[in-house]
């Protein structure tokens, strides 16, 4: 029989991790959308007219897939760790609520007219519906963070007997809201998501111009994207920086494991490496006292270890300090394409490196990886507490449940996963191919098109039906 | 004001009555879209089944926030009945997720290709996991109803079979049948030309099975379910919201008689209503009734959040609940009418 705490680690990180693909996505979509039809309004250029619809309808699958997947992660709390439901849903519960209230209802209701809606509302109530979309996904991040930074630096609260098992209560909903870390933790997930949506668009863009299709609208598109991008990263480099600082002052044991700092003392920076954890030490290309560099700008600073843990408190060290390091890399590599592409776009010759191109391209693949490795980092070196330092994780699954039940639900999720995935990435690829659709299919107003539609649609038998299906834009 | 609010107000009382309601809303808003989903394959052509996907095509998400919701506010309010309903029910839960997303991809995914294959394979999982829905909150609110096993420490104690009770089956085929005519009301009232003449059809059959179901289950229950009746002898004041729930439903056929759908759609939404209201009084103040021992029941009393979380919460929901039915009733303005299918649809 395997372990209930381990099955039900394997399902959280499985199906957050599949989840986690797409909200980033349609929060950094969001802020392109707003822009895109901020443009169209500003200027009247049907071009942006063309482009914002366009990827709104790559939003909305986006969305469906992550409204799909995120109602499993609201369950899950409850089917797989009812101990910690019990033990934090005084804390937890509010801000999740609060999440349903505030964020859900907004985001799903104005998506409704942002998607469509674009023949039955004016400009004026379109664009505040994107925007409104636009908010809900940043205000569905803002509360989800603030619970897990509570579960990494608990705050605001005391610990009860509630009818004889310990209990987490509020005492300050502020304190508790702006815990040490939400703000940091808020800023870089944010980010993270803007970089997931503008590589996104980057990418799309990018592969246009570079199949010669789509012109203006390629370029167009690289250009706002591109913007988007370096906005990001600069407020990703700012909010990782102090987010580490955070770490090291609340969380030494998960800054140690991050950076694999065995022995108190003075520390260095890994650039890459790998951890020999039975020999305590890590094989890699390292900065001497960068650790300590960057946290103090002193490099004799010392930095507690792992050594300084009971070995029950201590994290696992190999895979938070890979993710880590993962997720550093792949933003360097971000700043160094932005960065790239602002110089070749002040000189004037963006379009002509190719090789710049292509690489953009590809860039959609490093938020992803980044956000992901940047999630297993900030939870794996959080272990073994589930809530730092109140509860661990082996106390906290629930009781009522079976081994075989868990492991029945990771095969039926798994499944489901995987054929959503592979549909999920062909109808992008089949919605990419199409391109964006051009003028005549695509006014605000079309009453020309949408009165020949319908008759044509009347009373036809099945397969004329159909084709006359495919015409649709979306 | 949070002071004020804990010394004059029954927070337990008032978050027991809002996490009914969000349930309630949801059995109203979804249930409409899960009927639609039960009766979809009964329609035959292409663009019929394009028409029932966009009757609901731009409102079904919104309603689920309702679930959503409710779970959240279910989390907050009364952790201790979050954690031990949805550890408990496991197996009925998981199925319904997986019911879910497959009704959330297939009306994503239907339209988006034209062959014939991917639009029947979309409409057959559309359809039965509307149905699987259906029938699996109906079976979770009926094993509430009916009691589950609870330890000292209110955890399930029982099994995956106790949950497939008849009881549990019969609740869940009557909500199947509730739902069914309920959107078959609402496709009559979203379309026109042949599709609203055969929803006609299905209205007239749903509502026969739904009321067959509410008197077969109003039957079980009066013989079967000591614990749901017995506040209504207790309390005969109670009794005039039996007879009201009782005219609600005789009135959805009279109105379908006379037609008068719009009418008959706002009876079944008030025969949602008060059969939600008289689960609650019977329930109260439970909220998981434990059989064989009562003693292990959890209340709204002992299984629920700090005095503090519960009127915090409830300034949070007062600033948001008129946001959130502001932007519900502005949605339901934008798409109000007859559907149409144009290039947004699904």
């Known amino acids: ?474 | 004001m949070l002071e004020w609010l804990m010394s004059h107000v029954d927070l337990n009382l008032l978050w027991f009555a809002l996490v009914g309601i969000l349930f309630t809303g949801y059995a109203i808003l979804d249930g409409f879209d899960l009927g639609v989903g039960s009766l979809h394959l009964l329609t035959k052509t292409d663009e019929h089944r394009r028409l029932m996907l966009n009757t609901i095509g731009p409102v079904w998400d919104g309603n689920e926030v309702w679930l959503v919701t409710g779970g959240g506010a279910l989390f907050a309010a009364f952790p201790d009945v979050y954690a031990t309903v949805f550890s408990g029910f496991y197996m009925p839960f998981m199925l319904l997720l997986a019911a879910l997303i497959f009704r959330a991809v297939a009306i994503e995914f239907r339209s988006k290709e034209p062959y014939g294959w991917w639009r029947h394979g979309w409409d057959i999982s559309f359809s039965v996991s509307s149905v699987g829905a259906a029938l699996l909150i109906g079976i979770t609110l009926g094993n509430i109803a009916l009691g589950v096993p609870l330890n000292a420490l209110g955890e399930y104690a029982g099994g995956f079979w106790n949950l497939l009770n008849p009881y549990a089956l019969l609740v869940g085929l009557t909500t199947v049948a509730l739902f069914a005519m309920h959107g078959s009301i609402y496709v009559v009232l979203k379309t026109e030309g042949p599709l609203q003449r055969q929803a006609k059809g299905w209205m007239v059959h749903t509502i026969a099975w739904f009321i067959m179901g509410y008197i077969l289950t109003t039957m079980a229950t009066l013989l079967y379910v000591p614990n749901l009746t017995e506040h209504f002898r207790e309390h005969p004041q109670f009794l005039p919201v039996v007879l009201l729930n009782l005219l609600a439903i005789a009135n959805i056929p009279r109105e379908v008689y006379n037609g008068q759908e719009m009418r008959a759609f706002f009876s079944s939404c008030a025969s949602i209503v008060l059969l939600m209201l008289l689960f609650g009084i019977g329930m109260f103040p439970n909220m998981v009734y434990s059989l064989p021992n009562p003693q292990h029941s959890l209340t709204m009393y002992n299984a629920a959040s700090s005095q503090q979380t519960l009127a915090t919460m409830a300034i949070i929901a007062a600033i948001a609940v008129p946001l959130v039915l502001s932007y519900t009733a502005i949605v339901y303005w934008v798409f109000r009418g007859k559907v149409k299918l144009d290039s947004t649809s699904y």
């Not at chain 1, 964020?103 to 109530?125: D, P, Q, R, T, Y």
């Not at chain 1, 997931?196 to 570079?210: D, H, R």
């Not at chain 1, 407020?235 to 955070?246: D, E, R, V």
């Open chain 1, 1 to 474: 029989m395997m372990d209930v705490t381990l099955l039900a680690r394997i399902q959280f990180a499985l199906t957050i991790a599949f989840h986690y693909i797409f909200p980033p996505l349609s929060i950094g979509l969001g802020v392109l959308l707003v822009i895109m039809e901020g443009l169209y309004l500003k200027t009247g250029n049907p071009l942006y007219h063309r482009m914002t619809r366009f990827w709104v309808s790559v939003f909305a699958l986006i969305f469906g897939i992550g409204v799909a997947t995120g109602l499993v992660m609201e369950f899950q709390f409850g089917t797989n760790w009812a101990t910690y439901s019990r033990y934090v849903g005084d804390i937890f519960g509010s801000a999740l609520a609060a999440e349903g209230l505030f964020a859900f209802f907004l985001e799903s209701g104005f998506l409704a007219i942002l998607v469509f809606g674009w023949n039955k509302v004016g400009k004026g109530l379109h664009f505040f519906s994107t925007l409104m979309v636009a908010l809900g996904s940043m205000f569905s991040a803002v509360w989800i963070v603030v619970a897990n930074s509570w579960m990494q630096t608990p705050a605001g609260f005391h610990i009860v007997s509630n009818h004889g098992v310990a209990r987490a209560e509020v005492t300050d909903f502020w304190a508790m809201v702006l815990n040490p870390s939400s703000l940091d933790r808020l800023s870089h997930v944010l980010s993270g998501a803007w970089l997931a949506g503008a590589t996104l668009v980057l990418s799309v863009s990018a592969y246009y111009y570079l199949k010669n299709r789509h012109l203006d609208f390629a370029k167009a598109g690289v250009k706002i994207a591109l913007g988007f991008l370096a906005v990001a990263c600069c407020t990703q480099l700012l909010s990782g920086h102090s987010s580490a600082m955070l770490v090291a002052k609340y969380q030494p044991a998960k800054l140690a494991a991050l950076e694999g700092h065995f022995h108190t003392g003075p520390a260095d920076l890994y650039l890459m490496g790998v951890v020999d954890e039975p020999g305590k030490r890590v094989l890699g290309l390292k900065i001497p006292g960068g650790l300590g560099l960057l946290l103090s700008a002193n490099p004799q600073q010392v930095v507690p270890g792992l050594d300084r843990f009971p070995p029950e408190e201590q994290p696992p060290v190999q895979v938070p300090f890979q993710a880590y390091h993962l997720m550093i890399a792949i933003g360097m590599g971000l700043i160094g394409l932005a960065t790239l592409g602002l110089f070749f776009w002040w000189r004037g010759t963006l379009f002509e490196q190719r090789w710049l191109l292509w690489a953009m391209v590809l860039s959609v693949l490093g938020p992803q990886v980044a956000n992901q490795a940047g999630w297993i980092a900030a939870e794996v070196g959080r272990q073994p507490w589930i809530v730092y330092g109140l509860l661990k994780t082996k106390d906290a699954v629930s009781r009522a449940v079976g081994a075989e039940q868990v492991l029945g639900s990771i095969v039926l999720f798994s499944g489901i996963y995987l054929l959503l995935f592979v549909l999920f990435l062909y109808l992008l690829t089949q919605k990419i191919r199409k391109g964006p659709q051009d003028e005549a299919a695509s006014k605000i107003h079309p009453p020309e098109a949408a009165g020949a539609f319908n008759p044509a649609m009347k009373n036809r038998p099945l397969l004329t039906g159909l084709n006359t299906a495919t015409e649709r834009t979306d």
